[in-house]
């Protein structure tokens, strides 16, 4: 089997590459990456001299680098985005550009090849926001309510993915989650964010209330997940995945991670708040755990603690980054 793994060298796509070639080691797999700033080639070093490892650098939105690296491919997994909502809100038309068109190119591609699964990975965000005291949770019938430039442009590539089902027959599957943490999350995210401030000595910035809420999902059973779908998911659906938070607010998040690295609560800054912030995220999984026999192999607090300690090990990875062009974005967006 051959894989072509977009937006391979980012967070989740690092985590999928790395999943899929220790548990299907037989299996071709192609990373097809821009390396925007997001992207970071270091995250793959243990795969790198493996001969059924291919990265090619390239952009989505190129029609003629997507057709090339298209041939032969049998299972498209599409990871490659702009991803950060508060980069959406000052810079938009990237993410249009990106998520959107890049998206129907990879379509195209795909339908002209013939590929035989082309697997979309989505965001719980395109539902919109929920209410604090809302229980209703998001599931696969929900109507689309995307409310920032990022949530509004993965729903445009959703609405694509699944217009190419119906129009040329495309085999596709979508997966919706929600928010993924663990190794390799760019720091620029609340839970890495938090997690290196405090290694260096700086404040956890909490916009707003800090009661927003978000269902968060760790990288590893997200992974499994889209490889659940793959095998077993039916052609032309939808499946949500989500974690097991029992609903803690942003502050609660930051409270646990000060915890585990002895800092006391003197250590969280509240920060003006974001344009337009969806109050409360919420997925109902009980689909793709019926259906598929999906679950989260452990509680949010136990992968909390293996996420703390990774960027413990770690201080290498994320310093690199913190110290080199992430650095201006941080000064603009939390001023100085
Ligand atoms: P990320 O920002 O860490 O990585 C994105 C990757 O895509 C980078 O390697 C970047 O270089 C690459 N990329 C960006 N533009 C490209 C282009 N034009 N052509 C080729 N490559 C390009 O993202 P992530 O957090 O790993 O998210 C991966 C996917 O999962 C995205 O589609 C995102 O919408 C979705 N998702 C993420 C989360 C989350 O919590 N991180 C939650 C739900 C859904
Ligand atoms: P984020 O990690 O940016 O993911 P998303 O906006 O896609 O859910 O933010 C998660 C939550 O944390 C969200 O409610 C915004 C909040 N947040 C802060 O309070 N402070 C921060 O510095 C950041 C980056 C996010």
Same mark, same amino acid.
């Given at each position: 089997m051959k894989l072509l793994v977009t937006g391979g060298a980012g967070f989740i796509g690092s985590n999928f590459v790395l999943y899929w070639m220790k548990n299907h080691p037989e299996d071709q797999v192609i990373n097809f990456d821009k390396l925007t700033y997001a992207g970071n080639l270091e995250n793959l070093k243990e795969v790198e001299n493996n001969p059924n490892y291919t990265f090619v650098h390239g952009d989505i939105c190129d029609s003629g680098t997507v057709d090339k690296a298209m041939e032969?491919? +049998?299972?498209v997994v599409h990871f490659a985005a702009e991803t950060h909502v508060d980069r959406s809100i000052t810079g938009p038309a990237v993410f249009i550009n990106t998520n959107v068109m890049g998206t129907q190119v990879l379509l195209d591609a795909a339908a002209k090849h013939k590929v035989k699964r082309f697997h979309h990975v989505s965001t719980d965000e395109v539902f919109g926001s929920l209410e604090l005291e809302d229980s209703s949770k998001f599931n696969e019938r929900t109507s689309y309510n995307p409310r920032s430039p990022y949530a509004a442009s993965k729903a445009g590539s959703d609405h694509l993915v699944r217009a190419y089902h119906v129009t040329y027959g495309l085999p596709i599957t979508i997966t919706n989650c929600s928010n993924n943490f663990g =190794?390799?999350?760019?720091?620029?995210?609340l839970i890495p964010l938090a997690i290196t401030n405090v290694l260096e000595d700086k404040k956890i910035p909490i916009y707003g209330d800090g009661l927003y809420v978000r269902d968060w999902l760790y990288v590893e059973d997200h992974c499994r997940a889209i490889d659940l779908v793959l095998s077993k998911g039916k052609v032309g659906e939808t499946y949500l995945v989500g974690g097991?938070?029992?609903?803690? =607010?942003n502050i609660e998040i930051a409270k646990k991670i000060l915890k585990l690295l002895g800092? +006391?609560?003197?250590s969280i800054e509240f920060v003006k708040d974001r344009p337009g912030h969806d109050r409360k995220y919420d997925v109902d999984w009980s689909r793709i755990k019926n259906e598929?026999?999906?679950?989260?192999?452990?509680s949010f607090d136990e992968w909390l603690e293996k996420t703390v300690n990774w960027y413990k090990e770690n201080r290498a990875w994320w310093g690199r980054i913190k110290s080199g062009a992430y650095k201006a974005y941080y000064e603009k967006q939390y001023g100085g």
């Open positions: 032969g491919v +049998d299972i =190794p390799y999350m760019f720091p620029e995210k097991m938070t029992a609903l803690a =607010p800092k +006391d609560e003197s598929l026999g999906w679950e989260p192999l452990y």
